[in-house]
């Protein structure tokens, strides 16, 4: 039986680098578009043909900005994927955004194109952060892409930083709050990181301690109307991103264009694919299986403890804390509340 797959297809030009940006990607005005959907089609091609035309269940276009594509590259990337891969009725597709990279006729043009579903890089409600941040949106920018959205009846969800250098916890909640007056049904918060080669990695911030991020990160349980179902996700019940939750179930995805990779499956063969390459390296059973415990673990559902997962995880660990780890009916092992604030150690004990 050929397992159902996801699709991540990597666009890799931003209108400038952001300040903490670490991922791959290429500041460009005037990126060649046709010679890039050209590439993507070409890799579409080989792996339907390779994989022999599997079900799809998400489609999801990251960056990068996503948004800067214009809409008929858009619609024929994705007639291509239709054309190689049966993809579901009701499927997912995502397209990552930047305010001011797309009005409103943009917007539509791409829902024609069959876009289900936008998440928004609004990143901060405070237009003297987002200056910080190297972002080249405005608060009302923001605002205006989200209202577009809205009145377009597809899912939405938005990215925000928080933990910046002088952040308190009082300013958390007050974002968390602002948050909750947008009314949206799904977000992602993420810990400000200073990675390495990034404008802020080679500056000497003042950023709060660990301590003070871990009151951060236990306030926004707290004041967010959403709820927590990842480590830095928060949804409305039902409104869950697919695409994420398959991914950290161990489902299987390929990764099209330069900087994505996926994980594909051949038989009973877990292969390493990367995009841009047709060359791909076999993962043995041990392997994937820790792939999955740290991917899985990320949720607050949990890894589903199945006989590739029973290999190779340390039971005695997780039996003997109770305060960092539970068994859930669904036969699922999952980080308590406490146990999310050091998942990273949690993990390293797990496995054998």
């Not at 041990?286 to 991917?295: H, L, N």
Request: with cysteine.
């Amino acid at each position: 039986m050929i397992p159902e797959y996801n699709i991540y297809v990597h666009v890799p030009f931003c209108s400038s680098k952001c300040n903490y940006c670490a991922f791959f990607s290429h500041a460009c005005a005037n990126p060649d578009w046709d010679q890039y959907a050209n590439g993507i089609i070409s890799e579409i091609n080989y792996w339907g043909k390779k994989l022999c035309a599997p079900d799809v269940a998400t489609v999801f276009f990251g960056g990068g900005t996503p948004s800067l594509m214009p809409p008929q590259f858009f619609d024929k990337i994705l007639t291509a994927i239709r054309k190689n891969f049966n993809l579901d009725q009701n499927c997912e597709v995502t397209l990552e955004s930047n305010p001011g990279t797309i009005n409103h006729d943009r917007l539509v043009d791409f829902c024609n194109a069959g876009v289900t579903r936008l998440s928004v890089g609004v990143q901060s409600l405070s237009d003297e952060k987002l200056k910080f941040l190297g972002r080249r949106h405005t608060v009302k920018d923001a605002m205006n892409l989200i209202s577009d959205a809205i009145k377009q009846n597809i899912r939405l969800s938005a990215d925000f930083i928080y933990g910046m250098p002088h952040d308190t916890t009082d300013d958390i909640i007050k974002m968390c709050q602002d948050i909750n007056s947008i009314g949206l049904r799904h977000c992602s918060l993420y810990e400000l990181t200073l990675e390495p080669n990034t404008v802020f990695g080679k500056m000497n911030l003042d950023m709060p301690s660990n301590t003070e991020m871990a009151d951060m990160y236990m306030a926004i349980d707290d004041t967010l109307d959403l709820q927590r179902y990842e480590v830095s996700n928060y949804a409305a019940p039902g409104f869950e991103c697919a695409h994420n939750q398959n991914v950290w179930d161990g489902a299987p995805y390929i990764g099209i264009g330069r900087g994505a990779a996926g994980r594909i499956k051949i038989g009973n063969q877990w292969y390493e694919q990367m995009g841009n390459n047709e060359v791909f390296a076999k993962i043995d059973s041990k392997t994937r299986a820790i792939e999955r415990i740290i991917t899985g673990m990320r949720q607050v559902r949990g890894v589903k403890l199945d006989p590739g997962i029973q290999k190779v995880i340390n039971m005695d660990f997780v039996t003997s804390n109770p305060e960092l780890l539970n068994m859930t009916t669904d036969n699922r092992i999952a980080a308590t509340k406490q146990g999310m604030l050091i998942l990273d150690d949690i993990i390293l004990n797990m496995t054998r």
